[in-house]
């Protein structure tokens, strides 16, 4: 029997949902209005009225080319959560349906890599780039992506993997499914909506990382992140075009996450409610 709830509270919670939600966007709603302002605006203190001047977006394509960073972002993010999917598919299979003594000690140890501090193994991480010559290569930014992405993926997968009766694909087996038969026919069809959610924070989390795209490339595969940080310079920060750029950046992630929120949300409650 569901519980009741009462009209006031249900008004309560709306507002402190409503409130929430408007925190934790409005760094990017400001940051947005701040691109519709002139520079000598912007540097003048907070005000949430812009003059709808776009001089900024105008200076920012003068200087730089938005569209090659734009489809390195595309290339890298989607890139390495293809590559990241083809190996923490079959791996979370293994782990949730083949388990052994060690399979919870091997899933702590690669979430606690997540732990560690990127800037720890940066001389290493830069050495081995620079010897096998993978520097500003979209190759070398994939699979780096992909590697710091792969714990997160395989936990959730292993966690969607986990609701999903084994029952079933026993039955596949005793059909004659071979193990590929089994991953590629049976499950993944079931856990489409896991493996969508997944797919869809793998690419956000692509797409947002700075700290590896813009110390391991400089021109050829360097993304929108890299495209940012190139408004900031000794001379100080030019306010209104480091918004613009910026504006012009989450754009494109913005809309993705729109269209998609409810394919994100399904997924990331998959198997909560049985």
Aim: aromatic share 12%; charged share 10%; net charge positive.
């Amino acid at each position: 029997m569901a519980r009741a709830v009462s009209s006031r509270r249900v008004a309560v919670f709306t507002i402190a949902a409503w409130i929430i939600a408007l925190v934790i966007f409005f760094p990017i709603l400001y940051t947005i209005i701040t691109s519709f302002k002139s520079e000598a605006e912007a540097i003048q203190g907070f005000n949430l009225i812009p003059s709808g001047t776009v001089e900024s977006y105008v200076e920012v394509q003068t200087q730089k080319d938005y569209f090659k960073p734009f489809m390195n972002s595309v290339i890298l993010s989607v890139g390495s959560t293809i590559l990241a999917l083809l190996v923490a598919v079959p791996a979370a299979w293994s782990m949730a349906f083949s388990p052994t003594t060690r399979t919870k000690d091997i899933l702590m140890w690669m979430l606690s890599t997540k732990m560690m501090p990127a800037v720890a193994v940066l001389v290493p991480i830069y050495l081995i780039f620079r010897d096998t010559g993978l520097l500003d290569t979209r190759i070398g930014l994939t699979a780096m992506l992909s590697l710091i992405n792969l714990p997160i993926v395989i936990w959730m997968l292993y966690t969607y993997f986990r609701e999903i009766p084994g029952e079933i694909l026993e039955a596949a087996r005793m059909d004659g499914a071979s193990l590929w038969d089994e991953i590629i026919y049976v499950l993944t069809p079931m856990a489409v909506p896991g493996i969508a959610s997944t797919m869809l924070l793998n690419i956000i989390l692509a797409w947002n990382e700075a700290f590896w795209t813009i110390r391991l490339t400089t021109t050829n595969a360097a993304p929108l992140t890299a495209f940012i940080a190139s408004f900031s310079s000794p001379q100080g920060l030019f306010w209104a075009k480091l918004s613009a750029a910026s504006t012009l950046a989450i754009a494109p992630i913005l809309i993705m996450g729109w269209f998609s929120q409810k394919q994100l949300v399904r997924g990331l409650t998959f198997g909560a409610v049985k």
